[in-house]
């Protein structure tokens, strides 16, 4: 897909472009899709793997595994398949960006992905969901100027990057699982 707007996102106006330009992932996603779960971009880590948040310490498959039966025991294939058997979709606001590192705040010159033929695609789509402040900032500076009008519920989710410590495991998972009943997502009993 290409760039919805190629601009720039720099937070003090001063666009420095500091490491590498990375690019993420096409969008993991079904077309029944109701739910759709953004991050900024992918990791050091994820993009070496080639899959969704594959750091270890991320917490997001640990609370997919607890909620939809998707968790870090199974395989990738399995997962994802898991995730979009459920009306889950996954993917990033940035196409690309540089940077250096994993942290969301070392971020430069971000491109966002097209979210109007995104959406235009995958019309069941009501829920989106942010891992993080990153991507709900990115998604409002870059997307939403771009987007037509559509009744769809955003909803910024604590991060499960290992970098948000502040909230715990429990707290985090609470979270999640409110947006996926609020989508209409059938989950596993949590304990």
């Known amino acids: 897909m290409k760039d919805a707007r190629v601009g720039v996102l720099a937070d003090s106006g001063n666009p420095r472009v500091i490491g ?6 096409p969008p993991m996603a079904h077309r029944s ?39 870090p025991e199974h395989s990738y294939a399995r997962r994802c398949e898991r995730l979009q058997s459920s009306g889950v ?30 959406l235009a695609d995958y019309a069941h789509i009501r829920h989106v969901a942010f891992n993080g402040v990153k991507a709900e900032t990115c998604f ?5 100027p771009n987007l037509e009008t559509r009744m769809i519920h955003y ?16 707290a985090k998972r609470a979270a999640w699982a409110h947006v996926f009943e609020a989508a209409g997502i059938e989950r596993l009993a949590v304990s």
């Open 89 to 118: 979709a996954l993917w990033d606001v940035l196409a690309s960006c540089s940077r250096q590192g994993s942290l969301d705040t070392a971020i430069t010159d971000a491109r966002a992905n097209d979210f109007a033929a995104f």
């Open 33 to 71: 899709a109701r739910l759709l779960i953004l991050g900024s971009m992918p990791g050091v880590e994820s993009l070496r793997a080639g899959q969704y948040y594959a750091h270890p310490r991320n917490a997001l498959w640990r609370i997919l595994g607890d909620l939809l039966g998707a968790g």
């Open 155 to 170: 909803q910024r989710l604590p991060s499960t990057s290992p970098a948000h410590a502040g909230l715990s495991y429990p």
């Open 140 to 144: 409002r500076q870059l997307v939403m």
């Open 20 to 25: 590498p330009r990375i690019h993420s992932f």
